[in-house]
């Protein structure tokens, strides 16, 4: 079975700042989806940013871009010019391709973010 | 676009009384569904997913069971529910080979069983 790992429960940052979030996982399958979801304190579960295994670039969306190295089963995603809305929990997620996982995905602990002005 | 319908948002309902969880989904036809309960500060765990009408698959043996009655309709249940039962579940639709299969979620239910 498919582990994922945030290793940070808390980060923070300063307005305007950059930072990064860790996040690992355990597979033996070569075809898979990684995404971040961000949960602010709505608690509604927003899609950040999402990379498919097979491809190498780093995926890009807006602020939020991630550091994947599929050797390292290592993927971060890093949000630069931080702002408050930023602050929230993010969980990062593993999905496998394979047709009989019926599109199950597996989350993370999640790891809080806070913003400071 | 898709929307995912999640009710109701807040429940307070005592130990050994039933319950029922509606989810629905707009926007799509035959959604991969399903249901996930969060623990306080923590990650999400997977109770149910249904690939089709009536079909269910149960990850976790619980108090809960799950149907769906409709292409686009998911439902948690149970009869007698139980003081670990408490805690925030969420529906989600599994996207589409376009969306490279990211989850819109439901909007939750925070559920406190006393």
């Known amino acids: 079975a498919q582990t994922v790992t945030q290793s940070q429960p808390e980060m923070s940052v300063q307005e305007a700042e950059t930072v990064t979030l860790s996040c690992t996982y355990d597979t033996s399958e070569s075809d898979y989806y990684l995404f971040w979801y961000k949960q602010p304190p709505s608690r509604q579960m927003i899609l950040v940013i999402r990379?498919?295994?097979?491809?190498?670039q780093n995926a890009t969306e807006n602020r939020f871009s991630v550091n994947f190295q599929k050797a390292a089963k290592s993927f971060s995603l890093k949000i630069s010019d931080s702002q408050l809305g930023d602050a929230a929990m993010y969980f990062c997620?593993?999905?496998?391709?394979?047709?009989?996982?019926?599109?199950?995905?597996?989350f993370g602990d999640g790891t809080t973010l806070t913003v400071k002005p | 676009s898709q929307t995912i319908h999640q009710w109701p948002a807040t429940l307070v309902q005592p130990v050994g009384s039933p319950l029922s969880l509606e989810c629905t989904v707009e926007?799509?036809?035959?959604?991969?569904l399903y249901w996930y309960r969060q623990a306080a500060g923590r990650g999400l765990q997977l109770l149910f997913y249904?690939?089709?009408?009536?079909?269910i698959s149960s990850e976790v043996p619980q108090n809960l069971s799950a149907s769906r009655p409709q292409d686009r309709q998911f439902i948690l249940s149970s009869k007698k529910l139980l003081l670990s039962d408490s805690g925030f579940y969420l529906c989600?639709?599994?996207?589409?080979?376009?969306?490279?299969?990211?989850?819109?979620f439901g909007s939750g239910t925070r559920l406190t069983v006393v």
């Open positions: 989600a639709w599994g996207g589409t080979r376009r969306t490279n299969y990211g989850y819109t």
């Open positions: 249904s690939v089709g009408i009536g079909q």
């Open positions: 997620a593993y999905r496998s391709d394979s047709y009989t996982n019926a599109g199950k995905s597996t």
């Open positions: 990379q498919e295994a097979y491809k190498q």
């Open positions: 926007g799509t036809s035959n959604p991969n």
